[in-house]
Nanobody, 128 residues
Framework: QVQLAESGGGSVQSGGSLKLSCLAS??????MAWFRQSPGKEREGVAA???????EYTDAVKGRFIISRDLAKKSTYLEMDNLKPEDTAMYYC????????????????????????WGQGVQVTVSS
């Protein structure tokens, strides 16, 4: 059973940066992603990455966030730059075992139910 643990959250001023990390307990799943959720709002897909390092981002963070991974370290990262108050949320790391299929990676950000594993989440707060 894969367990995921996030770290790196915190509070920053608008325009600041943070880097989140997600460590897998055993092997890192083929697909990894970051989701976020604010109080009273639905969970939102932020970024996803597969084993060959292909990536997908939601429009709200393109050009500001970068998702990456290190298979040897069983880690997945989310570099967040030029943070905005609307980025404030609890950020969750998620993983899914291999499935494949055409355009599967791009579909994951809108389908949180596809993920097999979830971390406990880390808070990111951006003040204006």
């Amino acid at each position: 059973q894969v367990q995921l643990a996030e770290s790196g959250g915190g509070s920053v001023q608008s325009g600041g940066s943070l880097k989140l990390s997600c460590l897998a307990s055993t092997s890192s799943p083929f697909y990894m992603a970051w989701f976020r959720q604010s109080p009273g709002k639905e969970r939102e897909g932020v970024a996803a990455i597969e084993q060959d390092e292909s990536t997908e981002y939601t429009d709200a963070v393109k050009g500001r966030f970068i998702i990456s991974r290190d298979l040897a370290k069983k880690s997945t990262y989310l570099e967040m730059d030029n943070l905005k108050p609307e980025d404030t949320a609890m950020y969750y790391c998620a993983g899914r075992q291999y499935f494949g299929g055409q355009n599967y990676l791009s579909s994951l950000l809108t389908r949180p139910g596809e993920f097999d594993y979830w971390g406990q989440g880390v808070q990111v707060t951006v003040s204006s």
